[in-house]
């Protein structure tokens, strides 16, 4: 994402930390995968480099999206700032305030798991070499590690790009599930606007004296603009960020079989068991995030036909109903993002993925026995 | 202080159902009508001690199969079981958590509008809705006291043995257990004497309230969706009236009297002027005719307080009843519509809950299915668990099925009536509503699934599916 704040200087400095974090990771990457090509025959190692291999794999293809799609995401960012997006009533601002505490939360919880499993895999690290005994780095060195200088500048290059890596990954995942969680909430200041509209255009035609049906056709409009630019973002949200979700689907199944076969061969009270664990938590709290922000974004949309139904209808004029017939006509369809445009980010979704993964590992577990 | 309160509504309509609740020990204390504090201080403990017995007991069960957890047909049988009484814990709990939700949407329908010419129809309807659901509850309750006796007969039938591994010859070994219904790990030796006898009296006290527990919230939710259906049967039954009532604000039509007529065993001063009939009496070609024209085509001229602009020579009061009509119909569904949300919103959890424990209960009964080997205790008893579970499932998936049947069949009621005869105001609210009908009203179990047929036939094919894989593996 650009630095877009401060001088010209500062912008080219965090141009090229930028590309160096993304050249970093690649060939990180890359020895994870000749370490994986050496150890192919062998399934504890094997699995043990893969969750971590395709992990890496799905936080590139976000941080390349990121890189080639910053300009749309800006304008998607900066597009939060509308009037259409913050309405002045005390309900749109009380939800407002809540969304933002409810995001500012879930960065901080997510991002933080993420860097504590890292920590206690250094942890674990440390602690087996102290012991004595001999540490294979789960990536290809070239050089034995065995010095303790060796060894010390390894792990710290391990731990940092595995730690920028978790906090890439996690930040970027908040990033668009919050998007999505803020379209839910316009979506609801929207609904209760219908509720009540023909209230209040009663309430402003008495005060400013305006016909009541022009007033009644201007807030109509105006909801149903509202609604237009909700879903032109949850729109640009799935063009830009589709085929990224589509990757961490189809990759999260397969990091859970790895991991999971990975935490059946270790001692519970062992702090490698309370990483796995932990590890395993991340990757299922990443995938139920996309899938449970997209169902309620999903939900809520469904409700707005509701909405404008229940408002007090019966006593307008014709021309009015006539347009509530046209508007509940084009709010009928829920929005369904969707991950490459083909598989719908729902909780249905999410039971597919543990289902398929459960799988995937029964039959890693029979083949290898 | 006794204050009597009037029920009125779903409360007074699921009385039964409620009481039997209170009786049964869930922690529902709304509705008496003696509220001193004495007795509701009674009532709680009353709860309260039914609720430790029966989690004192279901622990006493998973201590049972956590300690003979060797052998796997012994083991899977406990489990199977645990699952089974593990409902009654989880609805006892989710009743006691979210009472107040039980009391928002009971208190749904506590205010309702009416309309006169629609009485007669709302009444018919809500009898039926109150003989649905006493139907249901007595046949709940019929089979729920089946099942109990079933359970304790067959406790005399076949071997009271435990299965046992023995570590070093991989052998499987049977130990005498006492004759009960049930396998619970007891701190007294319960095999024979005054304490067999004091055992086998608290499970079948057990067994009968914990089945009740579970049972009774299910049929409380399924009263919901009953009342809903009739009430959307009401609206459908009086769509046609309502279309003629609108057409006869602006357009000629014979026998305008009819529409008028209230049911004579109800009081109101809303009766048909004379002079309608009399001119229906003298111009009944008109009828002959089957035109309905508008304006001045065929127009009668009436005198005296008459409407000279309606057509039909309403009065003013018979053009407000027309009127107002509409308004009732859209008010009454906008009611339905909040009373099915609030259904979703008070028991959908628990449906998920219900549904998570089932899937893992009947996949364990799939496997138990494929060793049976005979008509014996085992397999009775295997088949027994099997249709209670579906029976359970198949209960809420068929009343949620005609929920949403019904609410999509409005529309049908909609276009099946002369809504081209309507007045403008008339078609346009025929428009709206068929745009809100079109999405049919459901039941979602916590936003994961519908509550529908749908649901019980993927269940059960996914039963019979592990079972037929299983088969063939063996």
Redo the contacts between chains.
Sequence with gaps: MRWRSGSAPAARVHAGYRVAVLAVTSIYLLQECVYAYQERHDMTKLSRVMFLLLCHITSIAKQIVFHTDADRIHDMIQSLNDPIYNASSAYAQSLLQRTARGARLLLGAYAGCAVLTCMLWLLFLVMHRIAGRSVEFPFWTGFHTDRPIVFVLVLLYSFYVTTLVGIANTTMDALMATILYQCQTQLRILRNDFQSLPEEAKKVSDRTGESYEAVLMYFLVKGFNHYKRVTETAKLLQDITGVTILVQFGIGGWILCMAAYKLVSLNILSIEFTSMTLFILCILTELFLYCYYGNELTVESDRIVGSVYSMQWVRTPHRFRRAVVLLMQFTRRPLRPAAGRVIPLSLDTFLKILKSSYTFYAVLRQTNK | MMTKIKTQGLVSDLMPNIKLMQLAGHFLFNYHSDNSGMSSLLRKIYSSVHAIFIVVHYVCMAVNMAKYSDEVNELTANTITVLFFAHSIIKLAFFAITSKNFYRTLAVWNQSNSHPLFIESDARYHQLALTKMRRLLYFICGMTIFSVICWVTITFFGDSVRLLMDKETNETLTEPVPRLPLKAWYPFDAMSGTMYVVAFVFQIYWLLFSMAIANLMDVMFCSWLIFACEQLQHLKAIMKPLMELSASLDTYRPNTADLFKVSSSEKSEKIPDPIDMDIRGIYSTQQDFGMTLRGAGGRLQTFGQQNLNNPNGLSQKQEMLARSA??YW??RH?HI?RLV?SIGDTYGTALLFHMLVSTITLTLLAYQATKVDGLNVYAFSTVGYLSYTLGQVFHFCIFGNRLIEESSSVMEAAYSCQWYDGS??AK??V??VC??C??AMSISGA???TVSLDLFASVLGAVVTYFMVLVQLK
Excluded: P
């Design positions: 509409i308004k859209v008010e906008k519509v949300s403008e105001e346009t609210f428009q709206i745009q809100q079109q999405k936003k994961f699934f």
